[in-house]
């Protein structure tokens, strides 16, 4: 398949677009952070929040009842631009303006629900355990991150999107051949109706054990050949047969042991300068956030160098399992063209942001590829 120069230009500006505001975010989130803390924000959101109750769980909720809704109102612009505007500009989305707001309605509802949870947790910790709290609170996150595994395509994907069965039996034969060519075993392959919010398309393997299940979008169905289909879901079978899930999951746990340390240990000096009371002090959560937004900026190229080795891997491997090496080279393309994918990023955006590598190295890997 020959580049579109029409596409490409498209990609380019899209692409340009969106890195625009992935620098914008970066410096919004720590900004909006800061100025919580540096002005008389958090402590009026606490003073609001013992209005309510004296009890500390009760102030700790309406205090990031306040918070969040503070913070969602000044990122609702930005997530309107970004997820809604962009991708129509652009002609990525099928959603309705209505469709959206519902939407970013049930995922900020469902982020508030599961975060307040999270938070009423940790500071029970923080309160009771007050010298240990941070080990507590890393066990505790990566029982979470392992539960989140198990329950989000069982659970979570079904809030937003619905699965239904493969139409096409010699697709259907030819995922369930391969997967038990190596040994992956499967219920069931499953369509997920993506085409409702975009025009882009994916496939995975989602789930952790009885839960593990193969997913491809509808957009993908429709758009491409089963021998294309075939080497996007022997990518992700690379993917299960190096327990990369497994090393992401380890490397994740590792960063967040950093991140819960380096709050635990900055946290008491930290919040004073702030005029705050410490850790306890449930006006200095926006410190906490912001202590993990450093650890996880610093950490990030890292994580993502880690994440484009795993996804070179399983490159090798789904040429290595698939149909044909051309195969893997048109699907690619494909999914460039599609996905509006920058052809040839700058080489320190894709170092710094990039979790997968740039579309023209996988291609250029698989022309050169040698089994």
Known sequence: MSQDPKQSE??????KKKELLSFFHLAFTPAVLWLTLATPLSVQFKSWAAVWTTN??????????????YSLLLDLPLSYYSGFMLEHQFELSNQSRLSWIKEFAKKSALSFVFSLILIQVLYALIWNFPDHWWIFAWS?????????????????????YKY?????ESLKKRIMDLAARYGLP????????????TKKANAAFMGIGRTRRVVLSDTLIDQFSEDEIETVVAHELGHFKHRDIWRQLALGLVTSL??????FRLMNPLAEKFGLEGAGDIASLPLLFLIFYGVSLILMPLQNGFSRWLERAADRFALQAGPDRSVFISCMEKLGQLNLANPHPHPAYEWFFYDHPAIHKRIQMARDWKA
């Open 164 to 168: 239904g069965p493969v139409g096409s």
């Open 186 to 197: 499967i219920e069931n392959v499953y369509t997920l109706n993506l085409s409702k919010t």
């Open 258 to 263: 950093a991140a819960f340390w380096a709050a």
């Open 140 to 160: 505790g996150f990566a029982a979470v991150s392992y539960g989140m595994g198990k329950i989000f395509p069982v659970w979570i994907i079904p809030l937003f």
């Open 10 to 15: 498209k990609a380019k500006i899209y692409q």
């Open 56 to 69: 500390p769980y009760g102030m700790s909720a309406f205090y990031f009842l306040w918070l969040s809704l």
